[in-house]
């Protein structure tokens, strides 16, 4: 009962719906109850006869005391109004109902010049209530005119009027109850749909359905959505992105696989026979096989990169000294591909972060750039202090990258033509990713430019020194 939203949502407007309607019953019962219109003739007969007294002043002011009470007798009688006389100064001279009524409760002088001719109500001795009236007369008295205030039960006012406030009050009211309720039930839906919408949504994505859904509803609903999609569309990417891993893995695993396998099938059966052959074979089977090795100590490299539960160590790293020996190291691999590799370092200031990784990433880059350089090219190490930072970049004159691979080469498994050629160091794609990842846990950042034919530059940006003292990998994730 009640335990969805639609039908909460027509709970309440319903409940808010009987209270509106039952306060605006209330208020209409108490204002007939009052009963205006028999207060509206009250104060019409306190009015007429206020004149009848403005215009008989001149002959009312001569008259002396039985006079007046005469005059004060005939006013109660035609205007049926209780009549009251007083002095200036407050005293109460005649009252034409001073027998049969309870006195009136007024405050002297002050509060009947106060109230000329306007009608207020006062109590009498009893507590009931009474309109009255005040109106001067001469210098010397003052008229007061009272009617007691009409005030009928609510009952007795129903009762009496049934046909004419309590019936129209009904048929009002279940009319209204009857129209809003329809309303509520619309609003209900309209609140209440777009969310089942959502819901199904979500239903749709689990069993593999990413069609956007479309933002209606109330702003609240249509943000909901937009970030629905978003999460959908994010689910989407990272399930095709787990997809295209997979294949990847599978086929860069597969090609070193079957050349082992076949290699392996042609010594056993006897096919590669001579020693020249046996050796080839073999050759091929340890080079596809240290191929293997390194994809899978890639892979688990990047694995962990992602799951941040790589240790970096954080200390002082000497950057001049860390790029000679990478360039020391990589000499013999420049020299055998006749490519001239320099480095030009200035000196400079130590950075935190750890040296084997950043020397992992730059002979990565240094290992590329010699790769695809021709014979005669030049592979370049520039290492310089720019704001506040270090900016490190490897230039080579080799065959560059074309535009439409620059944006995708950091990516995992991209290789911008797989049919280049490598030789023995033939790699997977995974080498920038993994170079990239690094930099970016130092806080730093990669990047790469290049002109087709003419060659390229990656220029690695490191911070001087990191603000906080958490580890690199927390930076990273967060
Ligand atoms: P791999 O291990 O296959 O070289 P990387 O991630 O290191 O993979 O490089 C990705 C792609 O970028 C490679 O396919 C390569 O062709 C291209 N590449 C990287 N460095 C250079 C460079 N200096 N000049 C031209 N192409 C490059």
């Given at each position: 009962m009640f335990t969805s939203l639609r039908s909460r949502l027509l709970l309440t407007y319903t409940i808010v719906i009987g209270v509106a309607l039952c306060v605006v019953a209330a208020v209409a019962l108490v204002y007939f109850a009052r009963n205006p219109a028999q207060t509206v003739q009250a104060r019409q007969r306190l009015k007429s006869a206020a004149d009848a007294i403005e215009q008989r002043a001149e002959s009312l002011k001569d008259l002396s005391e039985p006079g007046l009470e005469t005059a004060v007798a005939r006013l109660d009688e035609t205007f049926d109004l209780r009549v009251l006389l007083y002095q200036r100064?407050?005293?109460?001279?005649?009252?034409?109902r001073q027998e049969t009524e309870p006195a009136l409760q007024l405050r002297p002088t002050q509060r009947l010049i106060r109230l000329a001719s306007v009608i207020t109500s006062v109590d009498d001795a009893e507590g009931d209530e009474w309109l009255h009236l005040a109106q001067s007369l001469s210098s010397e008295y003052w008229f007061v005119l009272a009617t007691p205030r009409p005030n009928v039960s609510i009952l007795v006012a129903l009762r009496s009027r049934a046909d004419d406030i309590a019936r129209p009050l009904q048929q009002g009211g279940l009319v209204a109850l009857f129209v809003s309720l329809i309303l509520a039930v619309l609003m209900a839906r309209w609140v209440a749909g777009p969310l089942q919408r959502i819901a199904q949504a979500a239903r749709s994505v689990a069993s593999g359905d990413y069609r956007p859904l479309k933002p209606e509803g109330p702003d609240e609903v249509k943000s909901l959505a937009r970030t629905f999609n978003e999460m959908a569309e994010q689910v989407h990417t990272s399930q095709q992105s787990q997809r295209d891993f997979i294949a990847n893995v599978s086929h860069e695993l597969r090609t070193p696989l079957t050349s082992i396998q076949g290699f392996a099938q042609a010594i056993l059966d006897g096919t590669a026979q001579s020693p020249d052959e046996l050796s080839s074979a073999a050759d091929v089977i340890y080079n596809e096989a240290g191929r293997m090795h390194r994809l899978v100590l890639d892979l688990l490299d990047l694995a962990r990169l992602d799951a941040g539960t790589v240790e970096f160590v954080r200390a002082p790293v000497d950057i001049s000294a860390m790029l000679e020996s990478v360039v020391a190291k990589l000499t013999p691999q420049a020299t055998q591909a006749e490519v001239a590799l320099t480095a030009r370092v200035d000196s400079l200031p130590g950075v935190i972060g750890d040296g084997d990784r950043l020397a992992q990433v730059f002979t990565n880059l240094v290992d590329n750039a010699i790769k695809h350089t021709p014979a005669g090219g030049d592979v370049r190490v520039v290492a310089q202090l720019v704001d506040g930072g270090i900016e490190i970049s490897v230039i080579d004159t080799g065959e560059g990258i074309p535009p439409e691979d620059l944006g995708r080469i950091?990516?995992?498994?991209?290789?911008?033509?797989?049919?280049?050629p490598g030789g023995?160091?033939?790699?997977?794609?995974l080498g920038l990713a993994i170079a990239n990842e690094i930099i970016l846990a130092h806080g730093g950042g990669l990047s790469a430019k290049s002109r087709p034919g003419q060659g390229s530059v990656f220029v690695v940006k490191l911070p001087l020194?990191?603000?906080?003292?958490?580890?690199l990998a927390e930076r990273r994730r967060m």
């Open positions: 100064d407050g005293e109460l001279i005649i009252d034409s950091f990516e995992r498994f991209y290789q911008v033509d797989k049919s280049r023995r160091r033939r790699g997977a794609g020194a990191l603000p906080d003292d958490t580890t």
